[in-house]
Nanobody, 125 residues
């Protein structure tokens, strides 16, 4: 199982980026995929998740700025990020739990079982 994230870069505040996560070694349509980020000195947090049934979830800090979507035929999940702010600066990772859901039955976020290498997003003011 492999996940490869790409699409990071440097933008000014208010700019946009679209991240891509290409998966291989499993059938994407059966699994949830999450985007996570980690800023220097901070804990990793989940940004967004899309379930196998295309239910989408976002962290409260997203505030309508990001959109997650998937193209199963291309084995790719995207994260479109608009109106980026300096606080969005982080390394972004995609991860896949061995589940089609983004949450466990108890309501906890599923921790990914598989991770891709990160892609750095830098937003300057």
């Amino acid at each position: 199982v492999q996940l490869q994230a790409s699409g990071g870069g440097s933008v000014q505040a208010g700019g946009s980026l679209t991240l891509s996560c290409v998966v291989s070694g499993f059938h994407l349509a059966w699994y949830a995929i999450g985007w996570h980020r980690q800023a220097p000195g901070k804990e990793r947090e989940r940004v967004s998740c899309i379930s196998e049934s295309n239910m989408t979830y976002y962290g409260g800090f997203v505030k309508g700025r990001f959109t997650i979507f998937r193209d199963n035929a291309k084995s790719t999940v995207y994260l479109q990020m608009n109106n980026l702010q300096p606080e969005d600066t982080a390394t972004y990772y995609c991860g896949a739990p061995e589940s089609g859901n983004c949450y466990t039955q108890s309501g906890a976020e599923f921790d990914p079982d598989y991770w891709g290498k990160g892609t750095l997003v830098t937003v300057s003011s």
